[in-house]
């Protein structure tokens, strides 16, 4: 499955609740959902394509995700410049047919994850998005995801105006 401008039912689930609605939520029958969104990317997609539509998706969707979040506005550029270039990466070293992301919000970080690399992460002299990554989040690793590759994650703090 891949994103689909066609989709929105299916990521308002991913939503904060007060974000997506009760009356769009319950007839639907969610239990308590929590603050993610996740996308994944089929084999037909270049790597510059697989960049512009994670991030467009995303994008329309993170100020929902973000709405509670101080300074809101820095945390949503610095997590799509972060998810830019970890799906960049990613997509450019497929380790099979999709690539899948999710991208979290708990209150403290926003969390990103993107799946499906056939490697273990390059230094960022090989990456040189990856200097950009290093300097706008406080944490980034991989674990071998369910296939036979990797998955990316990173941490971006969020901090309120006054620290």
Known sequence: MTISDAMPQLWASSLPFAAVRSAAAAPLGLPDVENS??????????????????????????????ADAPNGNV????????????????????????????????????????GGMDQPLPDPEEEPGLFLVRRLVDDIGQYRDDGDGYATWASIPVRSKSQ
């Open 37 to 66: 969104i996740e996308f994944r990317l089929g084999p037909e997609h270049t790597s510059v394509q697989s960049m512009r539509r994670a991030r467009g998706f995303v994008a329309k969707v993170l100020p929902a995700l973000l």
């Open 75 to 114: 945390v949503e550029e610095a997590t799509l410049a972060v998810l830019t270039e970890l799906v960049d990466i990613t997509a450019r070293h497929r380790s099979g047919i999709d690539l899948s992301g999710r991208v979290s919000y708990d209150g403290e970080h926003v969390l990103i994850a993107v």
